[in-house]
């Protein structure tokens, strides 16, 4: 068959492919999706994407998807990388596999030691970094043709890249047959960031111009029959020319017509194939089946055909244009001959090949997942060890976050040996980790017979919540308690009380009894994750029931266990979730020190080897840290941070709660810096981009910086409301933690509207709750908002918030209360002793960042007669957060991409940023930025 080598009616594809190239090289990342039927030219637009790349001068990554190769985990990014190394050698191989390509191979190739979806999320981020590397000397072109036969996890990489390329100069073009379902690549295909091509069919005319190239002008009608037997697929039309030229019929002769209707598609195999000798055949046939893995004398051993024979066959093949010239591999010059090959194998023969192909691989030491493509096809029995290749590539597949194809593999194994526990629990935790919660209760409740195992029964009772509800999941678990003889704190029954916890934690309905169950496990010595679970859930409780914060910080450092909580996370995000929670119950109770200790291990640890969700999960503790110690500045740019590194990921539920949050500090921090403005513009943007998702508790918070925001422009009516929805929602979740009270804005919303009675009740019932928790902070915070619901017992009541605030290095709490106290001595006549503490809020207060505050401050002082130092929005004062922390990274020395990493942000970001900081600081670069900042 020859090869069409006519790029015909494509010019607008390509007009649109150049502008995606040229962007690129212009530092704005573009992603080109090429969609259509098989053979209508995306392979060809493809090479011409390619040819014109490397005219601009692009690096290049490629890869072709390959239906066998789907079920081995990073195939096809493997693919890429090890193409830009196969053809060196030497130091030149090993000077490339020490950069970029290294790193890739390194980052999937261990993806494999932990099967969980935080490990998925760090290998994704730690690819991404790959391509930005390759991407750093000159735009980086990545193609990936057939990619709706790309395996899974290769799919997920192209998504993760995709909705991170604006700013980097790469340009991603996929070609693909139209997706179905609702996957990552039909996530890519509709993506926003993508722009989508649809190759029309060749028109008549084009048709026309195809067959006079064979030529001489062709007859109309024959023109219109190649029209309607190909449909103006360019690839099909091609087939159907080759065949005619081969039955020797003149494309000149109406006559030809009647002939063509007769071909169509099926004419295929019969024109690539079917005039070639017979090991020439069975050669095709095997390498079909092998798929592009396969080298020519693997495929051979495949195809029976002997060492003397085999270069006739394989030279055959190349001359009808069936294969490529590759002596390392047997590659299908164009896919649908290959389809076409296998469709005509029959299901006996088709799995007679994919036996030998295993046996094969399998004397050859290939890798598991290679073998077990074939075991999936062929015959029980074909290997002695198929359950154990099977199992290890089910396990890469997990690792790589292809749940599906490893319980695929999983089930073909248990056919192998039905009666194995151990091999029903495996296939039964792949299942619940696919969704299909039904079948997998079934193989884990069989297994857990076999195996008395707590980990068997609570990952049932797991799938019995998904299936029958919780209320079903925590009878189950109840009755596995009672019936384990061993002692109340045996390990099983540990496993199985933390489950239970778990399952419980989450119902408003179980909190008593919740809370009941967790007391009994208060004297736990956190050694085991068990411990530490059942530990942070009991902290989490009593921070919600408002228990004596001491209590509540010696259970929070027990299930911390300096560090050992964090390293059980290792590997999930729900653990993380519950890693956050105790961590928050221990800064709400005032365990400042041990927290910090806390936040850095877990940041050193998520700098080194951490997706963009769990570096946010750590920012997250450290956000409420830093606002209860009152470092504003801080707190602004981290809450920035976090909202870019998540600004990507899927709205489910843990990122929600940590946009939520960031934008809840955020707000507050726009509201001290006197921008009521943007702390607005923050709380709209959330709404506006989290309409339609599942509400969680961070998003109650939320109601709060709305009701300060109100009473900033003046709506109390709007800051009772706002308030007053977050103490209902609250409510009916059963918590009511003392930090972050509704209260406190609802008490100054009812002043405002002179509903003084109303206000100092629920001022003096904030107090109660703060003396009842009983820290400094809180404590302080309360008596503060008590001081102004009553004009009579003001001035002690702020005397006495000072005295209790100041040994806690809450700090801002600390100015709140000195600026008040100030104004309310001013006002009482006893103006000198108003300026001791009015000047000690302007420097706490400037110290803290809170522009709003000292404002407060200066112009009470004013009114004193007083004239404190002006503060100048200038040169440093005038950095942003954000812009101030790159600065003082980069004055450490690091360059940009260090200081991406450690941010979680693009290289072009931090380059956006050092150019503002150097305008604003009138600087030329780096070698005057230690200067400018001291």
């Known amino acids: 068959m020859s090869r069409a080598d006519h790029t015909l009616e494509r ?50 990554m490629q890869a072709i998807g390959d239906a066998l190769e789907s079920a081995m985990p990073w195939g096809v990014v493997r693919q890429m990388v090890e193409r ?93 047959r139209p997706p179905e379902g609702s996957g990552p690549l039909a ?26 190239a064979r030529g001489g002008a062709p007859a109309d009608d024959v023109v219109t029959a190649l029209h309607d037997a190909s449909g103006g697929n360019p690839f099909l039309t091609t087939v159907l020319l080759d065949e005619l030229d081969t039955l020797g019929l003149p494309l000149d002769q109406p006559s030809t017509a009647e002939r063509i209707g007769g071909l169509g598609p099926s004419t295929v195999f019969r024109a690539t194939l079917g005039r070639l000798p017979a090991d020439a055949v069975r050669l095709a046939r095997a390498a079909a089946v092998l798929g592009p893995g396969g080298n020519p004398w693997l495929t051979g051993a495949v195809a029976e055909v002997s060492v003397d024979d085999l270069p006739a066959a394989v030279e055959a093949l190349v001359a009808a244009h069936v294969i490529a010239d590759d002596a390392d591999h047997t590659r299908f010059l164009h896919p649908v001959v290959r389809e076409a090959v296998l469709a005509d194998l029959g299901p ?24 077990a493509a074939h075991l999936m096809h062929a ?127 989450f119902l408003p309905e179980q909190r008593q009894t919740a809370s009941a169950h967790l007391r009994g496990y208060a004297t736990l ?5 068990d411990e530490r679970t059942l530990l942070g859930l009991l902290a989490q409780t009593g921070r919600y029931e408002v228990w004596p914060a001491g209590e509540v910080a010696a259970t929070a450092r027990r299930a911390l266990a300096g560090g050992a909580y964090f390293e059980d996370c290792t590997g999930s995000v729900e653990a993380m979730v519950a890693w956050v929670v105790a961590l928050v119950a221990l800064i709400s109770a005032d365990g400042f020190d041990d927290a910090r200790q806390e936040i850095e291990r877990a940041k050193q640890r998520v700098h080194r080897h951490g997706s963009p969700v769990e570096y946010a999960m750590v920012c997250n503790p450290a956000i409420f840290l830093n606002w209860q110690l009152g470092n504003v500045a801080f707190v602004e740019a981290e809450a920035e941070g976090v909202l870019a590194a998540v600004s990507q990921e899927d709205p489910v539920s843990h990122v929600i709660a940590l946009r939520a949050t960031a934008t809840h500090f955020g707000a507050y921090s726009a509201l001290e810096r006197g921008d009521v403005d943007g702390a607005a513009a923050l709380l709209d943007r959330f709404d506006a981009e989290h309409s339609d998702v599942p509400r969680v508790i961070p998003t109650i918070w939320l109601h709060e910086p709305r009701a300060r925001v109100a009473l900033a422009r003046g709506n109390p009516e709007l800051a009772r409301a706002e308030a007053f929805e977050q103490r209902d929602q609250l409510h009916a979740v ?53 001081a102004h619901a009553s004009a009579e017992d003001r001035l002690d009541l702020l005397t006495e918030s000072v005295t209790v605030l100041e040994p806690s290095p809450a700090r801002l709490h600390l100015a709140r209360s000195l600026v008040d106290l100030g104004e309310a001595l001013r006002v009482a006549g006893r103006r000198s002793e108003a300026r001791e503490p009015l000047h000690r809020a302007i420097d706490l207060a400037t110290d803290c960042g809170s522009t709003a505050l000292r404002a407060r401050a200066v112009a009470a002082l004013e009114a004193l007669g007083d004239r404190p130092r002006k503060l100048m929005s200038v040169g440093v004062q005038a950095l942003t957060a954000s812009e101030r922390r790159v600065a003082d990274l980069a004055v450490t020395g690091r360059a940009n991409r260090e200081i991406a990493q450690e941010l979680f942000v693009t290289p072009k970001t931090v380059e956006n940023h050092l150019g503002r900081i150097y305008t604003k600081l009138g600087i030329n670069g780096r070698r005057e930025l230690a200067r400018a900042l001291s």
């Open 11 to 60: 010019d607008r594809e390509l007009g649109r492919i150049a502008a995606a190239l040229d962007s690129a090289t212009r530092g704005e990342g573009r992603i080109v999706v090429i969609e259509g039927a098989a053979g209508i030219g995306k392979t060809r637009l493809v090479r011409d994407c390619r040819d014109m790349a490397k005219q601009r001068g692009f690096g290049r």
């Open 379 to 505: 015959p029980r029995g074909t290997l002695p060890d198929a359950v154990d290749v099977l199992r290890r590539a089910a396990l890469a597949l997990l690792a790589a976050g292809d749940g599906a194809t490893a319980a695929a593999h999983l089930e073909r194994a248990v056919g192998e040996r039905p009666d194995d526990p151990a091999l029903r629990a495996e296939w039964g935790r792949a299942l619940l980790r696919t969704g299909n919660a039904r079948e997998a209760r079934t193989q884990l409740q069989f297994a857990a017979e076999g195996l008395p195992d707590a980990e068997l029964v609570a990952a049932a009772a797991s799938a019995t919540a998904v299936v029958d509800g919780p209320q079903a999941a925590i009878d189950e678990l109840t009755r596995a308690i009672a019936a384990r003889p061993a002692g109340a704190r045996e390990a099983g029954r540990m496993h199985l009380e933390a489950r239970l916890a778990v399952i419980r934690s």
């Open 84 to 176: 830009s190394v196969s053809r060196y050698r030497g130091e030149v191989r090993e000077a490339i596999l020490a950069g970029p390509a290294g790193a890739a191979l390194a980052a999937i190739d261990g993806a494999a030691a932990d099967p969980s979806e935080a490990e998925l999320a760090r290998t994704l981020h730690s690819l991404w970094w790959v391509a930005v590397d390759l991407s750093a000397t000159r735009p980086l072109l990545i193609t990936v043709d057939d990619a709706h036969w790309a395996d899974l996890p290769s799919l997920q990489f192209l998504v993760y890249l995709s909705r991170r390329i604006s700013d980097l100069p790469i340009a991603l073009v996929v070609a693909t």
């Open 348 to 371: 006996m023969s088709r799995a007679a090949l994919h036996a030998r192909a295993a046996t094969e691989l399998s004397a050859a030491g290939a890798p598991a997942d290679r073998i």
């Open 187 to 212: 996530q890519l295909s509709d993506s926003r960031h993508a722009e989508r091509m649809l190759p029309r069919p060749l028109t008549r005319e084009a048709l026309t111009a195809l067959a006079a």
């Open 734 to 786: 059963g918590v009511d933690p003392p930090t972050i009270s509704w209260r406190a804005p609802a008490v100054r919303a009812l002043l405002l509207l002179g509903e003084q009675r109303e206000a100092l009740a629920l001022a003096e019932e904030l107090v109660g709750v703060a003396r009842k928790w009983d820290t400094p902070t809180e404590v302080g915070a309360a008596l503060r908002v008590l």
């Open 525 to 529: 010595p956190g050694v085991t994750p």
